[in-house]
């Protein structure tokens, strides 16, 4: 054991050492690449009611998320609950998003929430998901 | 009652910047007397703060509405352990509990270490100390939990109902002692750099408080996917949202110390790395804690800067440049150690886990901040959606649980690529017959015969290299296989509850391939009488029943389940309506066996009793909680101490 390690030592160790310092590096820099595809493949752009409005045409289609008060009194459910159709505002302006699936327990009327989806061409909010605050945060309401 | 609370909270600062000081002093060498009563200090505020506790959740249990929290987060109609529970319900009450729970590590710590590591102990115990004034300095001021109320009120606000399940009791003291738990092992690390103590000693102060910190912070995770997935109603255990990953990224960061604490044993080098872990599993523990009370991640514009999120992020700045300063000061006694033979030996690979580890963190972490870091760079905020993070820890994390089987063929200090490729020819043989056997019942997504391929790998390779152990202890003793077995987990408890943990990380990664690719769901109104197929299953809906108890209404649609004519048995979905919550939950109804979950969420009814139904089967998710089971017990089993007249590492490392 005694005499392995010593011959490691010195110059033998240096060149292991800088051998193993550019691998880490190699290893580094393909978690960054990763990273970055996954940036460059996943980013949303993230809107509030106004914003997304005065996007006008710009976005109809594309996969954005929209921050928005849930209007009171705007929710209408249709097909025993299968639909839902609300209106958020913001800004002075307002929205109607159409979302079919489960609504996270946490939805309610006049609440904050985030919509992801995309713009109808007819001016309607095309909703996939509905992300509502994990009910355990702490920040102040 | 409150007052008293008040003032024990008050006398808790008093007593801990009392014992920083004179922990501080004493070890500056002029006055060592001070040391016992320094000690003192941290035991008096240890009880001041526990006395705390005990009285608001003494309000809690007999409903003292004059006392704002109690009114905020209780009610007459909870029952005792959700009443002790909302001790932690909302901030004020849960920054109490951590408070409470660091006192009571420091004042362990420091009592346990008070003679066997008697040089490092003084500054560790300050710090320790300085950080629970801080804690302390915020209940004192904008967080005070004996907060009195404005208005008198005869009842309080009660629990969100999303939060009245068992998990929930246990899931936030989890990670609030997990949190606490990470002062203990940087405490030490800026003790050996104030010292200058020889870099091996800390580590054996720190590993139990490491292990733990690591367990407390795993199971709470776990706990609360388990919460997601039965309570949230969406189908899913985990999405990446900031408060989950807060309290993640501090749990991968002390797992990959876990492991190069042991490559520091071994060959006494990443002194300075080890050092870097801790603070960073420290820093991102006090950053987590920020990120989720201080509202800076919903818009940087609600962040003010003074208040809770101000304080928070003073700490961790100051803890930061305390940390650095130290470093550079001692940086000639960092540097010592024999150099990793190669790449492939296990030191090597515990260095190459240790990169995946943080390179995972790091990217978690950017994926969490890049809204914050796009609104401040770019002026316009861009999310990252749960895909990056799938996209990016999968792969990482595949890579990891790879190196678990590879690793078990490695020698410290020797490069071994010869033997190691003879000794891993079993665990690739019963890989490849995985794949085999999942091509043939039709698994063929190409990432998820990957994953299981490794998951295979992985886990014979634990399991061949613990056997192999095992005959040699049993020969080298003339024993039997069983008491072999006890005696091998007694003398190196943390590797064989290491390779417990291994286990059951192979068993998750199993439940989470399953569930990810081989998922799917669907959505149909339905009448009564009508069929819902789904996979296998045929689930005939018969129609709902409505009923009151005393604080809510509770619609249930019962929902036959069978499969190819033969019963399953029923599932009943519930959409329950509180009466002092404003938003209706719905509690799922899950089908579980070991192959897969049938999901069943009832979204809405109608008068006419027409329900919507969402239906999803999701693969293996069993496995996640089997594994999450295995983990901790793998996790208590390395917390174990050694039995002294056991231990002969030799033998093990012989048989290599």
Redesign the interface.
């Known amino acids: 054991m005694a005499e392995h390690r010593s011959a490691e030592v010195g110059g033998h160790g240096v060149l292991k050492r800088k051998r193993i310092l550019i691998g880490g590096l190699i290893v580094t820099a393909a978690i960054g690449y990763l990273g970055f595809l996954g940036i460059r493949g996943t980013a949303i752009y993230y809107y509030t009611v106004g914003e997304v409005l005065d996007q006008g045409r710009a976005v109809y289609g594309e996969t954005v998320r929209v921050n928005g008060h849930v209007v009171p009194g705007s929710v209408v459910t249709e097909q025993a609950g299968l639909r839902m159709i609300f209106t958020i505002a913001g800004q002075e302006k307002s929205l109607e998003v159409l979302y079919q699936g489960a609504m996270p327990d946490a939805f309610r009327e006049d609440i904050d929430i985030v919509v992801e989806g995309a713009m109808d061409s007819d001016g309607t909010f095309r909703a996939r998901s509905i992300l509502t605050k994990c009910p355990s945060r702490y920040e102040p309401e | 009652m409150a007052e008293i609370g008040s003032v024990c909270l008050v006398l808790a600062l008093v007593a801990s910047v009392y014992s920083a000081a004179a922990f501080i002093a004493s070890e500056k060498g002029r006055y060592r007397v001070l040391a016992e009563s320094a000690r003192n200090g941290l035991l008096a505020t240890c009880g001041l703060v526990s006395l705390s506790v005990v009285l608001l959740v003494a309000a809690l249990l007999t409903h003292d509405f004059g006392i704002q929290y109690v009114v905020s987060y209780s009610s007459r109609s909870m029952s005792v352990p959700y009443l002790v529970s909302a001790l932690w319900a909302?901030?004020d009450g849960?920054l109490l509990t951590m408070t409470w729970l660091l006192a009571v590590f420091s004042a362990v710590a420091v009592v346990r270490s008070w003679r066997r590591d008697r040089e490092l102990v003084g500054y560790a115990a300050a710090v320790m100390a300085v950080t629970e004034a801080f804690l302390v300095l915020l209940l004192v001021s904008v967080a005070d939990p004996f907060e009195q109320s404005v208005v008198a009120a005869a009842e309080g606000a009660g629990l969100?109902?999303?939060?009245e399940n068992p998990a929930?009791i246990v899931?936030?003291p989890l990670l609030l002692g997990g949190y606490a738990g990470l002062t203990i092992p940087f405490a030490f690390a800026m003790s050996s750099l104030a010292t200058g103590q020889p870099g091996i000693r800390w580590l054996t102060a720190v590993r139990g408080w490491a292990v733990a910190a690591w367990l407390f912070l795993g199971v709470g995770n776990i706990i609360g996917a388990w919460w997601a997935y039965v309570?949230?109603?969406?189908?899913g255990y985990w999405s990446w949202?900031p408060?989950?990953n807060a309290g993640l990224m501090p749990m991968l960061i002390i797992t990959a110390f876990l492991h190069s604490s042991v490559a520091q044993r071994r060959t006494g080098r990443f002194y300075a790395w080890n050092l870097a872990l801790v603070a960073l599993a420290f820093f991102l523990a006090v950053f987590g804690t920020f990120l989720?009370?201080?509202?800076i991640l919903?818009s940087v514009h609600t962040f003010t800067g003074t208040g809770l999120g101000g304080l928070f992020a003073g700490f961790l700045g100051a803890a930061v440049i305390a940390f650095l300063v130290m470093v550079v000061v001692r940086r000639s006694k960092l540097r010592n150690g024999?150099?990793?033979?190669?790449?492939i030996s296990r030191e090597?690979t515990f260095?190459?886990t240790n990169?995946?580890f943080v390179?995972?963190t790091?990217?978690v972490l950017?994926?969490t901040l890049?809204?914050l870091l796009s609104e401040v760079f770019a002026g316009?905020?861009?999310?990252?959606?749960e895909?990056?993070?799938n996209?990016?820890a999968g792969?990482?994390f595949l890579v990891i649980l790879g190196l678990v089987g590879i690793c078990s063929f490695t020698r410290w200090?020797?490069r071994s690529v010869r033997p190691m490729f003879a000794d891993m020819a079993a665990p690739l043989v019963v890989g490849l017959v995985a794949v085999a056997v999942l091509i043939g019942v039709g698994v063929r997504q190409a990432y998820a015969v990957t994953g299981l391929f490794v998951c295979a790998f992985a886990v014979s390779a634990v399991f061949i290299r613990w056997l192999g152990e095992l005959r040699g202890r049993r020969n080298a003793r003339r024993t039997g296989y069983l008491a072999a077995g006890i005696g091998l987990v007694r003398s190196a408890p943390g590797r064989y509850g290491g390779y417990m943990v291994h286990i059951g990380m192979v068993l998750i990664a199993v439940g989470v391939i399953g569930s990810s690719f081989y998922g799917s769901e669907r959505?149909?109104?339905v009448s009564p009488g009508d069929t819902v197929v789904m996979g296998d299953y045929e689930l005939i809906y018969e129609g709902t029943d409505r009923y009151e108890t005393p604080d809510r209404l509770v619609v249930t649609a019962r929902v036959a389940v069978e499969s190819g004519g033969k019963s399953l048995g029923r599932l009943s979905p519930e959409r329950y309506f509180h009466r002092t919550y404003?938003?209706?939950?719905?509690e799922v109804a899950i089908r579980t066996t070991l192959v897969e979950d049938l999901y069943v969420?009832l979204?809405?009814?109608?008068e006419d009793g027409?329900?919507?139904l969402?239906v999803l089967v999701n693969p293996a998710v069993l496995w996640i909680w089997v594994g999450g089971g295995v983990l901790l017990v793998g996790g208590l089993v390395a917390l174990w101490p050694r039995a002294r007249h056991e231990g002969d590492m030799g033998s093990e490392d012989r048989g290599q």
């Open positions: 909302g901030n849960s969100n109902p999303l939060l929930m899931h936030p309570e949230l109603g969406w189908g949202d408060v989950e989720t009370r201080s509202g919903s024999t150099p990793a033979a190669s790449m090597g260095l190459l990169v995946l390179g995972t790091a990217l950017l994926g890049f809204p316009t905020r861009i999310e990252v959606g895909s990056f993070y996209r990016v792969p990482l200090q020797k959505e149909a109104v404003k938003q209706p939950v719905s969420v979204l809405g009814t109608d027409t329900a919507a969402k």
